[in-house]
């Protein structure tokens, strides 16, 4: 079984396609099935922007679509940047103002604790979805510190690290990343339904 990726975002296709093929799963992205449609997150949660992306193209593309959407959850900011991530500080600023700018909000905050949050949905033509969630636990660093990964990578220290996501390697990040553990959980219920012999 084939899965049309609901992302246009090309890091989160990389990720995602890297991860996927890794457990098993092949997928095409919006490219190659020539979808152009730009989606608009309305949702007051994770998942339910991911709902909204993974329906739209599995009605367009008649296959099984998945769509994450995940985000930046920081405590002493009362959970912001949250589902507005992709967003924040302005829907006109780069990837690197955005992190320059959530950490000049964090000035002189010693309370730095933040995770990443990743739900996964996938939308069948059958009108079945599955819907699973990852976390990756860290800390907000005072500066940004590597090349590697995106969004705010540079800014983020894994729980257990003494790096930012942007200084890991494409495996270790994989290895620990909110996305990857998402995935995972998600083909195990894809494992589980398809055992239970629910028809998916």
Request: net charge negative; glycine share 8%.
């Given at each position: 079984?084939?899965f049309a ?5 090309e890091?989160k ?10 457990l ?13 449609l730009?989606i ?10 991911a ?5 739209a193209?599995c ?6 679509s ?7 959850v ?7 940047p ?5 967003s924040?500080g302005?829907?006109?600023l ?6 320059e700018y959530l950490?000049k ?8 604790n ?5 739900n ?9 979805e ?10 907000i660093?005072t500066?940004p510190?590597?090349d ?11 729980d257990?690290y003494?790096?930012?996501m942007?200084?890991?390697?494409s495996?270790e990040?994989n ?7 998402a995935l ?10 398809k055992?239970?012999?629910?028809c998916?």
């Amino acid at each position: 079984m084939k899965f049309a990726l609901a992302t246009a975002n090309e890091g989160k296709i990389k990720e995602m396609c890297n991860i996927l093929s890794s457990l098993g799963i092949e997928v095409v992205t919006r490219d190659e099935l020539d979808i152009n449609l730009d989606i608009e997150e309305t949702g007051t949660t994770f998942a339910e922007n991911a709902r909204l992306k993974a329906v739209a193209i599995c009605k367009l593309s008649k296959m099984p679509s998945i769509a994450d959407d995940s985000g930046l959850v920081v405590n002493a900011l009362n959970g912001e940047p949250g589902v507005y991530t992709s967003s924040y500080g302005g829907e006109k600023l780069t990837t690197k103002e955005r992190y320059e700018y959530l950490l000049k909000n964090m000035e002189n905050m010693e309370q730095r604790n933040a995770k990443f949050v990743c739900n996964i949905v996938c939308a069948f033509p059958s009108g079945k979805e599955l819907i699973a969630t990852g976390e990756c636990s860290g800390s907000i660093a005072t500066i940004p510190i590597g090349d590697g990964g995106f969004g705010y990578d540079p800014v983020f220290i894994p729980d257990g690290y003494k790096k930012t996501m942007a200084e890991l390697s494409s495996d270790e990040k994989n290895a620990i990343s909110h996305r990857s553990k998402a995935l995972n959980n998600f083909v195990e219920l894809l494992k589980s339904n398809k055992s239970s012999g629910e028809c998916v």
